[in-house]
């Protein structure tokens, strides 16, 4: 079955310190892949994706992921958090024959502090 | 453009009373997907609509749900009896086949029935 899966529910990271948010997906085909962050309160921005080509992509507000196709991995990471990063990240998976329909990990709650 | 539009923004009812979620998805979309997140479950995709048609509404969780798409500006979502396990945050996404196949999110409904 179709599966993506965050290890990590909740991450608390010091302000200034390096960041990595896990992501694990079960696809049979090669999926689109999907970072997602969510406020308190708001609804979901996308932080970057990756569809083909580079396997290190780069994304909004200083983060990037990189794509490893032998560890089914997606993990997200950010050099230096900064205090508003604190927030709920999601990682998601879609397939074109699924009319590119996100299932979503459960989400990482990040904490950062001072 | 406004990005994507969804009414109410807060709903608080009473068990058996109907619901409708309302959205107005980002013009010139194409597709457009309801999903309902909640601490237990996570995000999960609902139905999804291609040029106003539904082509997939496996992740209804009852009949008591019902979606529409009468144009491609506007999309519904109706819980007809509500139940206090309906208590979630629905989201509206939409997004344009092929470009960038990023979807995008509308605020919420948080719907809170009691």
């Known amino acids: 079955a179709q599966s993506v899966t965050q290890p990590d529910i909740h991450i608390t990271v010091s302000e200034g310190a390096s960041l990595e948010l896990r992501c694990n997906y079960s696809y049979g085909a090669t999926p689109y892949l999907f970072w997602y962050v969510q406020s308190p309160g708001q609804g979901l921005q996308l932080l970057l994706k990756y569809f083909s080509g580079d396997t290190l992509v780069q994304g909004i507000k200083g983060f990037e992921a990189e794509f490893k196709r032998s560890q089914s991995s997606f993990n997200l990471r950010k050099p230096s958090v900064h205090w508003s990063d604190a927030a709920e990240y999601f990682c998601?998976?879609?397939?074109?024959?699924?009319?590119?329909?996100?299932?979503f990990g459960k989400g990482t709650s990040l904490l950062v502090t001072p | 453009d406004a990005g994507v539009i969804q009414s109410p923004r807060h709903e608080v009812t009473e068990m058996g009373q109907e619901v409708t979620l309302r959205c107005k998805p980002i013009?010139?979309?194409?597709?457009l997907f309801w999903y309902r997140q909640t601490m237990m479950r996570g995000l999960e995709l609902l139905i999804y609509?291609?040029?106003?048609?539904?082509?997939?509404d496996s992740g209804m969780p009852e009949d008591r749900f019902s979606a529409k798409m009468p144009n491609a500006s506007f999309s519904t979502l109706k819980i007809q009896p509500s139940e206090p396990r309906d208590s979630a945050v629905y989201f509206c996404a939409s997004t344009l086949y092929p470009a960038g196949y990023e979807q995008y999110f509308g605020p919420g409904t948080r719907l809170t029935v009691t």
């Open positions: 013009s010139g979309h194409d597709y």
């Open positions: 609509f291609n040029n106003n048609v539904p082509i997939d």
């Open positions: 998601a998976v879609g397939e074109e024959n699924s009319g590119y329909a996100l299932n």
